[in-house]
Structures are given as C-alpha cells and as structure tokens.
C-alpha cells in the first residue's frame, strides 16, 4: 500500500524543486505551459497533502475546499494576493512563499526597464530592423533622458524597493521614497528621503513602483496621479499590474503628458493583444519576467521544496505567510 503523502504542483518548476519533494513524496506536476484550470485545480488536489503555486492560480475558499487532506500551499512568488488566507487559516493550512531570493532579479530587471525607456533601447532596435536608419549618425538621432543627477522616486520600499535605489545610487541617482514607516537605515545608506505619494510624484524624474496590491494600493497611480509627474518623467512598475489603472496611462502616454512608462505587469494577464499601450512607442513592456533568470527561479523552487517537506513531515516552514498553528 501506498503511504507516500501527495504534491501537486501547477506548474513545471526547475527541477532542483522537484528533486527534493521526489524524494520523499508522490508529485503530480501540471506540465502544459498554459495553466491549469480551476476545474483541474480542485480535480487534482482532492487527495493532495501539499500543492505549489503560481500567481496566475486562484487559489480561492472553493479550490481550498476541494483539498480535505491539504496541509501547506507553497507559492512560488512573493506576492500571494492570489490565494485567499483567511479560508486557509482557517483550516489550519499552512501558506508560504520565497521572500528575499528575487530581490536582486527584481530589482536588476526594473533599472533594466528603466535604462531602456529612457535611452530608447527597444524603440531603436525597431528602427534598425525596420530599415529606418539611412544616415549613419546625427546629433539628435534618437535622443534619450539622462539617469546621473535626475531623481528616482521608490513608491514602497520594501526589498526590492531598496535595491532599485541603491541601483540608482550608482548612478549617481538623488532618491526619494514613499513607505507607510520609515526607514532609517535605507535613507542612511542612500541618502534617501521619505516623502508623501504626491510631493515624489511631483518632483521625481523617475517612479519604480515596489508596493504589494491590497485595498490600498489598488489602483494607486491613476489619472489625478499621473497629472503630478513631469512631462518628462518616466514611469516603472514590476509591482502588480491593478496597482496602476491601465487606460489613465495609456491616456498619459498618448497625450505625452508623461515621457514613458515600462511595465512588467498587467491588469489582466496575458494581456490581451489589443491592449491599446502595446500601439505605443514611448513603453517599453515585458511578460511578467522579473525574477526570470536561472539562479533565482532554481532558488524559489528549492524554497518551496523545502516548506513543503518541513510540514508535510509534521516540522514548521520557513517561510510563512500563514502558519504559527
């Protein structure tokens, strides 16, 4: 008889992850590219001790429900506005998620964004394979926004926050930030300042937009915001895509009324083809890749393996966001 408790696992991770969680339990990966549908969701884990997680999943009371036997729900991310705690806790579910490990790729791909908005990096590679560029070189061909001496404001400055700024600080970037607390080790070792949402909109040349979406940051930036900024300022976000309201941009950037915007997240994703920003040449726009790279996406699946393992095992996790039962 089979004793080995169940993972599912809605998603091919890396497979230094499924190493681990092979070791000691029955796994059942989803291995399409496209995910799983809730029906599927509920269908595969009605036996599952332990299931591991996307954003895209909505994990809600319904799909938690479906699962009697579950113990953990292990979220490869950080953010976990997917899946709903309170049903969790209430079933004395364990829910974790890989905290730290992204920062560094988060933070790597936001100044990338921000470095190609601003020099125009994507808009000029679509001018060369176009078969645009007929004369070898002109004093304003192409002109950019400079980075050294400009202000990059930090909306939330959490970890990723953070390391955006000392990004800019070796740029010689001056740094404000908007947190709920503040932070007096950051502002010491970047020279940050703490200001209200409006006072850095107004006076940042670039905002990096690092806050978690909940009631209060849903829809944060929206037009009455947007009119803040600079005609010349530029707009980032790898935080979640409602936290910015998609048409007051599209409007921002049609009329110019911002310089451009870079975005790694959506309102709805994939977003859909015809989305109206996807027409524009002043953004520059990703499919939700900022913690994409080999290192941190192996790390992340090693994390979840691990709090999956701990509990499964009747041991705590390490990463909790709900727990302590």
């Not at 010689?172 to 949402?197: H, Q, T, W």
Request: proline share 5%; with cysteine.
């Amino acid at each position: 008889m089979n004793n080995r408790k169940k993972v599912f696992v809605t998603r091919e991770i890396l497979p230094e992850g499924l190493e681990i969680l092979r070791k000691n339990f029955d796994v059942d990966v989803w291995t399409e590219y496209a995910p799983p549908s809730k029906k599927i969701i509920k269908t595969r884990i009605k036996d599952a001790d332990a299931i591991l997680t996307m954003l895209s999943d909505k994990i809600d009371a319904e799909v938690i429900n479906a699962a009697p036997k579950l113990k953990i729900i292990a979220q490869l991310a950080v953010g976990y506005d997917n899946i709903d705690l309170k049903t969790a806790k209430e079933r004395g579910i364990y829910v974790t998620n890989t905290p730290d490990v992204l920062t560094d790729a988060s933070a790597d791909f936001s100044f990338a964004q921000m470095l190609a908005i601003a020099r125009r990096v994507v808009e000029a590679d679509k001018y060369v394979r176009a078969g645009k560029w007929e004369v070898a070189w002109h004093p304003s061909m192409m002109l950019g926004a400079p980075l050294r001496g400009t202000t990059l404001g930090i909306i939330g400055a959490g970890r990723i926050g953070q390391a955006m700024a000392k990004r800019g600080r070796g740029f010689d970037m001056n740094i404000l930030y908007f947190n709920r607390s503040a932070k007096p080790e950051f502002e010491k070792e970047c020279g940050a300042k703490r200001v209200d949402l409006d006072t850095l909109l107004k006076e940042s040349d670039f905002v990096s937009i690092h806050v978690p979406l909940n009631d209060q940051t849903r829809s944060l930036i929206n037009a009455e915001k947007l009119a803040l900024m600079k005609k010349t300022a530029y707009l980032i976000s790898n935080a979640r895509g409602p936290v910015i309201e998609e048409k007051a941009l599209y409007e921002a950037l049609k009329n110019h009324q911002i310089a451009g915007a870079a975005l790694d997240v959506f309102y709805t994703e994939p977003t859909p083809k015809d989305n109206p920003l996807l027409e524009l040449d002043n953004i520059v726009v990703a499919p939700h890749i900022s913690s994409a790279n080999t290192a941190t996406r192996a790390r992340m699946s090693i994390m979840n393996a691990e709090d999956i393992t701990a509990v499964l095992l009747g041991e705590k996790p390490k990463n909790i966001v709900v727990g302590n039962f």
